[in-house]
């Protein structure tokens, strides 16, 4: 129609083109399997990303293949972050703590033709490779060296050359990344992340209410980047101009401080697990390493209990609580404070902080209970169903499994939520996690964040075990801080005057580990299996 828009497709080669012409000399710092760092800026990534896209092509990559890699953190893997796209191809990142099953699972199923792996990582790629038909393997690290059957990433950009890079621009539609769900239940699935869906959502991320993430920050995603496009952080970093630090493989918590400490970082992104690693360092140390004051950073992925947030205020950084998921690319909601709540007492402001926030724009939420959807009265719990630019409308390759779609056309995350008048979400309980005793609902979650706000805690995980009377009861298992101690009666009598009376789990039992998934969330059907037999007494 006349009078209308220029018809402007929202592509990452457009991110890139940005970054290039006016954020060349910002700059990229990685740290390698040496631990030295190295240092580069947008105009080398946006050079070597193109001779990326020209040496795929010679090998055959063609627009809308997949091209997958294994890798951790660090500036090649952001050059496929960019280079893959930029030739229309898709950059599939593969989890490397899966199982090698999984692996050859995932490979298969998305057909990947060409994978690039670190060589510090080619251990996991012995687990599944033969039991796959992809059609080149190219080795990422710092050295070129010749391996049987497999290319070398540097000895492959040192023949490509990036002027015979012939641009192509895709449409906003077209697949440009993907990654697949952690599956703790059933076969991973593929979510295919379009151009348009990583442009609006690394606006919407740098928004000052999102994550605020703007030309003058220093950003480094522990997130891996084999994890949900590391929350998309190095797309909204290069949208905005923001310089990058990538952790490599050094995800340890002194590590990970003295990056902060050298490169002045302003802003980072992780799971609870990193920070927990993080707080155990700072307690010990608490003026070794000169972090930027108010450093900011997002805490996602499992619930951020409210002690850790408190924890972190008293050194100084902030803790900034999201809530995402693989479908969702990932970024649904933020917990900023909303203006009515200033003047609120310290603790309703932590209460919010704690809660997983409120959607980003353009993210819309609903939650559905037993008799529909659910009054956003802050008590009523129900699954949260999202909709939005950068939320999957169907899985790869199993475009007829819509059981997790509903009619009109939302995603249902599988989350059990209730959602306050302010419209702060509060995640009360994965679905296939709930506990329910004597038909009514209780939240392992928030049973979880009250445990680990005792100071003998590391970790906690509650879990639903079968019981005669009530048919399933809450059970703790905890993990204590190193040289802690605490006993039963002790960290239940801790949770009593926060909780209701039947809430209070059963019995506590202890561990030295609690076991993970490849995302880093707690397994809880490996913890069910363990104390199936555990029959609870105490109501
Ligand atoms: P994944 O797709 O592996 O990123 O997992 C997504 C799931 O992680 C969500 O559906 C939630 O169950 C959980 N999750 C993500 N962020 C949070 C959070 N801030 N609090 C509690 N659970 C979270």
């Known amino acids: 129609m006349k009078g209308l828009m220029m018809e402007y497709d929202l592509t990452i080669p457009a991110i890139l083109r940005r970054a290039e012409s006016l954020f060349a000399d910002k700059s990229i710092v ?112 710092s050295t070129a060296r010749p391996r049987e059957g497999m290319l070398d990433y540097e000895t492959l950009m040192a023949s490509s050359d990036a002027s015979r890079f012939e641009p192509r621009e895709p449409k906003e539609n077209d697949a440009a990344a993907m990654c697949y769900s952690s599956g703790t239940t059933g076969r991973p699935k593929g979510v295919l992340y379009s151009h348009r869906a990583i442009a609006l959502h690394s606006m919407a991320s740098a928004m000052a209410d999102t994550l605020a993430i703007s030309e003058g920050d220093v950003v480094l995603p522990v997130v891996p980047m084999f994890h949900v496009n ?25 590590s990970l401080l003295d ?8 802003f980072t992104a992780g799971v609870p697990t990193i920070w927990f690693g993080i707080l155990a360092a700072l307690d010990k140390a608490p003026d070794r390493w000169a972090l930027r004051p108010g450093m900011r950073m997002v805490v996602g992925g499992s619930a951020a209990p409210r002690s850790l947030i408190e924890r972190f205020d008293k050194h100084g950084l902030r803790v900034l609580h999201a809530w995402g998921m693989t479908e969702t690319t990932p970024l649904g909601s933020v917990a900023f404070v909303r203006s009515s709540l200033v003047g609120a007492s310290e603790d309703e402001v932590y209460t919010v902080r704690a809660k997983q926030g409120l959607p980003v724009a353009f993210v819309e939420v609903r939650a559905r209970g037993e008799n529909g959807l659910v009054p956003h009265d802050g008590v009523a719990m129900g699954e949260l169903e999202v909709r939005g630019p950068w939320v999957a409308g169907s899985y790869f ?13 939302w995603f249902k995350t599988g989350d059990i939520v209730s959602i306050d008048p302010l419209g702060y979400i509060e995640i009360k309980d994965r679905s296939k996690d709930l506990i329910k005793s004597g038909g009514e609902w209780i939240s392992s ?95």
């Open 230 to 254: 590391a929350w998309g952080l190095p797309y909204t970093c290069a949208l905005v101009g923001a310089a990058q630090v990538l952790p490599g493989p050094y995800l340890d918590g002194e």
């Open 30 to 141: 990685s740290r390698l399997p040496d631990r030295s760092l190295h240092r580069y800026t947008y105009a080398d990534l946006g050079r070597r990303a193109r001779s990326l896209a020209v040496a795929l092509k010679d090998l055959g990559v063609q627009p809308g293949d997949r091209v997958a890699t294994l890798a951790w953190n660090h500036h090649q893997h952001l050059e496929a972050y960019f280079g893959v796209p930029l030739l229309g191809a898709v950059v599939h990142t593969l989890n490397i703590r899966l199982s090698g099953e999984d692996l050859a699972y995932i490979v298969a199923n998305a057909g990947d033709k060409v994978l690039l792996v670190d060589e510090t990582l080619l251990p996991v790629i012995e687990k599944f490779r033969a039991n796959v038909s992809l059609e080149r393997i190219v080795v990422m690290s």
């Open 259 to 266: 990056l902060f400490a050298r490169e002045r970082v302003t």
């Open 445 to 539: 979650v928030a049973l979880e964040n009250a445990l680990m706000g005792h100071p003998a805690v590391a970790e906690a995980a509650v879990i639903a075990v079968p019981h005669p009377k009530w048919q399933e009861r809450p059970l703790a298992v905890v993990m204590l801080r190193e040289g802690q101690k605490a006993t039963e009666e002790e960290l239940l009598e801790f949770l009593r005057p926060s909780v209701a009376r039947f809430w209070v789990p059963d019995a506590v039992v202890f561990t030295d580990a609690i076991p993970r998934n490849a995302t880093g969330k707690f397994l809880k059907s490996a913890l069910r299996d363990r104390y199936r037999e555990h029959v609870p007494t105490r109501i």
């Open 397 to 409: 390759s199993a475009p007829d499994d819509q059981g997790r779609f509903t009619d009109d056309g």
